[in-house]
């Protein structure tokens, strides 16, 4: 459950299909940052282990399946590869728990800022799925903003950062996600993704929608890697 603390009424214009048309990332802020914070964020970025899910029991797996399940189906439209869809949601699923976020926050998130589109460049630069600023690559990675452009990256930087922006807001999301946007304090775009985080979240979906059996195939298409 997203936590909406300070976070102002919905907007019906701001509603995703007048925000993801295009790529529309106001660009994150370059600030100075404590040596300290510097080195956590680089920590967390440098570590390059694949977003393969490990699960503590057979439970936590079947919860894991059943999400795939339900997501996969909401983003068919937009993905319709099954392999390509599988392995997005995997690692966004991967990148967001290991961020301590919630992962209907970062798919909505995503829809508004590149509308899924891996190579999406905005007006100031920003870069891929979550529209990352190629200055965070020299302050907290190798210096390489071509690596934006690839998914696991991209999706850990965006990750990352968004943490960084609510650690920094004491878990305000409504302010931490302006900042993201370097548009802190304004409504629109936190509005934007707190209505277009509502479709990916789990738990408000249609009973019918979720997978009774769990170890099907999902979306009937052929079984893919694990």
């Known amino acids: 459950m997203i936590d909406r603390r300070h976070c102002l009424r919905?907007?019906?214009a701001?509603?995703?299909?007048?925000?993801?048309?295009?790529?529309h990332a106001g660009g994150q802020l370059e600030e100075p940052l404590a040596d300290s914070v510097r080195s956590a964020l680089s920590s967390a970025i440098a570590n390059s282990a694949p977003p393969v899910p490990e699960f503590r029991d057979t439970e936590s797996r079947l919860a894991y399946l059943r999400w795939m399940g339900v997501m996969s189906r909401q983003l068919s439209k937009r993905k319709t590869e099954w392999i390509e869809r599988k392995e997005?949601?995997?690692t966004v699923w991967y990148e967001s728990k290991r961020a301590g976020l919630d992962t209907g926050l970062v798919l909505g998130l995503i829809q508004v800022e590149s509308a899924f589109r891996k190579y999406a460049v905005s007006s100031v630069g920003a870069r891929g799925y979550m529209q990352v600023?190629?200055?965070?690559?020299r302050v907290i990675g190798d210096g390489d903003a071509s690596k934006l452009f690839h998914m696991q990256t991209n999706l850990r930087f965006g990750c990352?950062?968004?943490?960084?922006?609510?650690?920094?807001?004491?878990?305000?999301?409504?302010?931490?996600?302006g900042r993201y946007n370097g548009s802190r304090g304004k409504?629109?775009?936190?509005?934007?993704?707190f209505a277009a985080a509502t479709n990916w979240d789990f738990n408000k979906q249609p009973a019918q929608e979720r997978p009774t059996d769990p170890t099907?195939?999902?979306?009937?298409?052929?079984a893919g890697p694990n």
């Open 88 to 90: 997005f949601l995997q």
């Open 216 to 222: 099907r195939p999902l979306d009937r298409a052929p």
């Open 160 to 177: 990352v950062i968004l943490r960084h922006y609510i650690d920094r807001e004491r878990g305000d999301l409504f302010m931490a996600l």
């Open 187 to 193: 409504p629109p775009y936190p509005n934007a993704v």
């Open 10 to 12: 919905l907007a019906p």
């Open 133 to 137: 600023m190629p200055f965070w690559t």
């Open 14 to 23: 701001l509603l995703p299909l007048g925000w993801t048309a295009g790529a």
